[in-house]
């Protein structure tokens, strides 16, 4: 048996990044919240509440001594206007990629007739890029979307930062047919990209893939997704102790890999639990 972990897995720069300014801002800010869980892994969040930082469901929640933070997602436009005006202090943890994201939402939006938004639409950071958009949009989640989008002039193709690579290009090629004109922003991000590469290399070797995660993350699924795809015993859990180890053999070569909001000692504890199991040493 041998336990092989993605090279690109677990918590991601944005994530990080995230985090870390949370981390710093309970330490010398009094009353700190955090504008939504700052990140999708309850655990990460409940050890922040542990240290005093509030997760506010709604901005009627917001005391004028607060300093809230605006996670990594983002957050609408018009929700930053509100926080700024309710808040004593806002801190923006918007990740880098979204903040790119929201700009070409804003960018392409001025010159298209349409434009085509691959993601969730109710997934906050979807949420906060359609704040930017001036056009008309559509937000789509797969390629059968774009079915009842009537044929255009000029269209654009943009995407929340999480989604799948290979379905972007499929839907850059159909979209294309469907006007004449088709600016694409490929706003999907880095980490993103190596997670999924490095989650497809190691599901088309494994014999059984363990993808460690969130449940409500979205690019935890898209993990699950594409693993899944190549090898049918893939697994989703949230947590080490959800491992199910009886489904694993002696002879397995067990692939780990986890979404970018994951914290990386959560690998680590799945990768020991299943060696500490059948009583292999590290
Ligand atoms: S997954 Fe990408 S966009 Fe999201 S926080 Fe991480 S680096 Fe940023």
């Not at 009353?31 to 990460?44: A, E, F, L, M």
């Not at 202090?89 to 070409?104: G, H, R, S, Y």
């Not at 991000?189 to 893939?209: F, G, K, M, W």
Request: glycine letters at 6%; proline letters at 2%; charged letters at 30%.
């Amino acid at each position: 048996m041998k336990v092989e972990i993605a090279k690109h897995s677990g918590c991601c720069f944005g994530v990080k990044r995230a985090i870390n300014i949370v981390s710093e801002t309970a330490n010398v800010e009094g009353s700190v919240k955090t504008y939504g869980p700052i990140i999708h892994n309850p655990q990460v969040v409940e050890k922040l509440r542990l240290d005093g930082v509030e997760v506010l469901s709604s901005l009627d929640e917001i005391r004028d001594i607060d300093t809230v933070i605006v996670r990594s997602h983002g957050a609408t436009r018009e929700d930053i206007i509100e926080i700024e005006s309710r808040s004593s202090k806002l801190i923006d943890a918007t990740c880098p990629f979204v903040l790119t994201a929201q700009k070409e939402a804003e960018r392409l939006s001025n010159d298209v007739d349409l434009l085509v938004i691959y993601g969730e639409k109710d997934h906050p950071e979807v949420l906060s890029i359609v704040s930017y958009v001036s056009s008309e949009y559509k937000i789509i989640s797969d390629i059968a979307g774009i079915d009842d989008i009537e044929y255009g002039k000029h269209y654009g193709l943009m995407s929340q930062t999480t989604q799948n690579k290979d379905l972007f290009r499929d839907l850059s090629f159909e979209l294309g047919k469907k006007c004449d004109r088709l600016d694409v922003s490929d706003t999907i991000c880095s980490a993103t990209q190596n997670r999924q590469e490095d989650a497809l290399d190691l599901a088309s070797r494994a014999d059984i893939v363990i993808v460690v995660g969130g449940k409500n993350s979205a690019n935890t699924r898209r993990l699950y997704e594409i693993c899944s795809q190549l090898c049918i015993r893939t697994q989703h859990i949230e947590i080490p102790e959800e491992l199910d180890l009886s489904l694993l053999k002696e002879n397995d070569l067990i692939g780990l890999t986890a979404g970018a909001s994951t914290p990386n000692e959560f690998v680590y504890a799945v990768r020991d639990r299943i060696y500490s199991s059948f009583g292999i040493s590290d």
